[in-house]
């Protein structure tokens, strides 16, 4: 998402990619008008009233699953250091069977037990602790107060690059748009508009990736142009060390787990027996949605080396200089409403996540629960959109810096907690809380201090890697002292969806 | 039932997660000491990325056990694609660290790739997808969710709601006396 919002998209407002743009907005409006009419409680708003079938879920995960950074940023990666920028998305392979096999089933059970509606609320209830359950959506807030500027700013330049609004405008539009259908119809016009976004990004997706091969005469006379010139970026681990990939591996796999936008979505599911074949849909969809990342990026770096693209100002070009010069225009409109699809969709699943920690967990947390939740949701909708609409209009070091560690953020703070806890009753309440508070202060200490230059990491570490390594050992090693209160803390519902 | 189930029912329930919990906490304090590795003044040492390379799969495994093991039967068949994965996944990465560098204009490709990038790629990122969703998928119902416990789990929330509901009756008549 960083490099999306570095990658100052080009001018892309030819007539076929307005009218496209025009038309997706245009069904985004008639499925929020739709939504909204349906919308009528708490439940509805914050997790669709549990009533989405499968289809329809695993779609929408794989849309809030990728950013604009799959479509932009993660081929620029590509380009500029091979195949080590593969150990992004490789996890995909692993990682939706694993949620579903950790956390999927806990969550959806405790669902149904206990009404909840969000992610704390299952904190809360596994460690029968409101502590427990405000510290975790006090991290989930922060993280996604990042999220949301990032998302806002990228929404900006996307819209600004199909329609030449400018970025100010591009950002307003593109926030009021989602603001628009999040207020309106919540999470079930998000799910929706999730549905349309990810087909359109999975098709957008494999017509570029089979337009690359066909273009470039297939994946073998791609490769065999780049191993002529620079034969490292095809190495395993590209341009980047071993640790440096493997990080990046470990990251992106484990910390999966603790990413609210699609743990969320297991609430929402209507019938739990129907998980049977979610991962497998997902994962499938996953990998058409990611075949953009990899034909791309390896696709341009050969063009460029056997001159049938000029050399590219900066990697981030590598999606837009392709759709722009060799790919016919109705492809290039679809990638490029599939990009503001990706921003819309992420940025619709905080706005409404951030909206039920602030008038369902914090109120529940502070022993004030408040009454009218959806009205409050609504209300509270509004102002996070707007905060991060004034927020990504500053500047985009600043915002660039707040996107910076959200993955990591909620990795770190949710990953043993939630998805460990959830299966080990040997886990205590002690342990949760001092592993999110770790979590928490390990990734805002050493993001900032890398930011402020106070603080170099060696090569291949990053912060959310050291925070997640952190919070696990902190989780471990506190429940085990305190291993006596682990049986009495767990209600006797939440122990028997722990056992099933 | 066996003598030692007969005898300690508790401990024989719980072996399966209690060894997932050791692997989870040994790997994890691996991928740790690899992290730690890294900041040493010299390079870092070239058992660190090979910690990294064991310890992050058998974490992955570890964590999926925890959340598939089921009371006494543990994982049943799901040990086979849980070991598939992890060998996998310890083999692909192992063979990009130990293989020799070779890349180059006449290197011989694997569908389309060279033979240790082809391996990170075909073997660490697309093997997994055949086999665990499929694994899921054909143990569900076994390993995973039954009707019946869904059914136990909807009674419980009934009965949850039934009781706030009473709760809720009682207080507003203890208001109204009171």
Do not use: C
């Amino acid at each position: 998402m960083t490099a999306l919002l570095q990658a100052a998209l080009p001018n892309a407002a030819r007539p076929a990619v307005v009218i496209v743009g025009i038309l997706y907005f245009a069904v985004i409006v008639g499925i929020s008008v739709w939504a909204a009419r349906k919308t009528r409680t708490a439940a509805d708003f914050f997790v669709a009233g549990k009533g989405i079938g499968l289809v329809a879920l695993t779609v929408a995960s794989v849309s809030v699953s990728v950013s604009g950074f799959a479509f932009i940023g993660g081929p620029g990666f590509i380009y500029a250091v091979g195949l080590g920028a593969m150990y992004i998305v490789l996890p995909a392979a692993v990682t939706n069977v694993m949620g579903a096999w950790v956390l999927a089933k806990r969550m959806r059970l405790l669902g149904e037990v206990r009404a909840l509606i969000t992610i704390p609320d299952a904190i809360g209830a596994r460690y029968r602790s409101r502590l427990a359950q405000g510290i975790s959506a006090a991290a989930i807030l922060v993280g996604i107060v990042g999220y949301m500027a990032t998302n806002a700013l990228a929404m900006g330049v996307v819209i600004n690059s199909i329609f030449g609004v400018g970025l100010g405008w591009g950002i307003w539009i593109g926030m009021g748009v989602t603001l628009a259908y999040s207020a309106s119809g919540g999470i079930l016009a998000g799910i929706y508009n999730d549905v349309f976004q990810g087909t359109l990004m999975a098709v957008a997706s494999v017509l570029v990736f089979l337009f690359v091969l066909d273009f470039g005469g297939g994946l073998g006379a791609i490769s065999r142009t780049i191993l002529a010139h620079d034969p490292a970026l095809l190495g395993p681990w590209g341009k980047i060390t071993p640790l440096a990939a493997l990080s990046f591996f470990f990251v992106f796999s484990m910390g999966s787990l603790g990413q609210p936008q699609a743990v969320h979505k297991y609430y929402m599911l209507r019938d739990p027996l129907q998980l049977k074949w979610y991962p497998l849909l997902k994962t499938l969809g996953l990998v058409l949605v990611l075949l953009l990342y990899f034909g791309v990026g390896l696709g341009v770096k050969a063009f460029v080396l056997n001159g049938r693209l000029p050399e590219l100002a900066s990697p981030d070009q590598a999606t837009p200089a392709l759709l722009l010069n060799v790919t016919p225009l109705i492809l290039a409109a679809l990638v490029f409403s599939g990009v503001a699809a990706a921003t819309m969709s992420a940025a619709n699943s905080f706005i409404n996540i951030g909206a039920a920690i602030v008038t369902h967990d914090l109120p529940i947390a502070l022993g004030r629960p408040v009454k009218n939740e959806l009205g409050w949701g609504r209300g509270v909708t509004i102002l996070i959109a707007v905060a991060a609409a004034i927020t990504a209009q500053q500047s985009g070091t600043m915002v660039a810096f707040l996107g910076i560690f959200g993955w990591g953020l909620f990795a770190s703070t949710l990953v043993p907690a939630l998805a460990v806890g959830l299966n080990w009753q040997g886990a205590t309440r002690a342990g949760a809380i001092a592993s999110i508070a770790t979590g928490l202060i390990v990734t805002l200490a050493l993001e900032t201090a890398a930011y402020l230059k106070v603080f170099t990491f060696p090569a291949g570490v990053t912060a959310s890697a050291v925070a997640m390594v952190s919070s696990f050992l902190v989780f471990f090693i506190v429940s085990w002292l305190t291993r006596r209160n682990a049986l009495i803390e767990i209600d006797p519902d939440v122990r028997l969806v722990m056992e099933v | 039932m066996t003598r030692s189930e007969t005898a300690d029912p508790a401990r024989n329930r719980d072996t399966t997660r209690r060894a997932a919990l050791i692997a989870l906490f040994v790997a994890i304090t691996a991928i740790a000491a690899a992290y730690g590795a890294a900041f040493s003044k010299s390079d870092t040492p070239s058992w660190a990325p090979w910690l990294l390379a064991v310890g992050i799969p058998v974490a992955l495994g570890a964590i999926m056990i925890l959340g598939a093991a089921r009371g006494r039967e543990g994982i049943g068949s799901l040990k086979v694609p849980f070991a598939f994965v992890v060998v996998v996944l310890i083999i692909g990465f192992g063979a990009a660290l130990a293989l020799p560098a070779t890349e180059g204009p006449l290197s011989k490709l694997w569908l389309g790739l060279p033979a240790r990038a082809a391996i990170v790629i075909y073997g660490v990122g697309l093997l997994p997808i055949i086999v665990l969703p499929v694994a899921y998928a054909l143990t569900f119902e076994t390993q995973t969710l039954t009707a019946e416990d869904l059914e136990r789990i909807r009674i419980l929330g009934r009965e949850r709601e039934s009781q706030s509901h009473d709760n809720g009756a009682q207080a507003g008549l203890d208001k109204v006396r009171g």
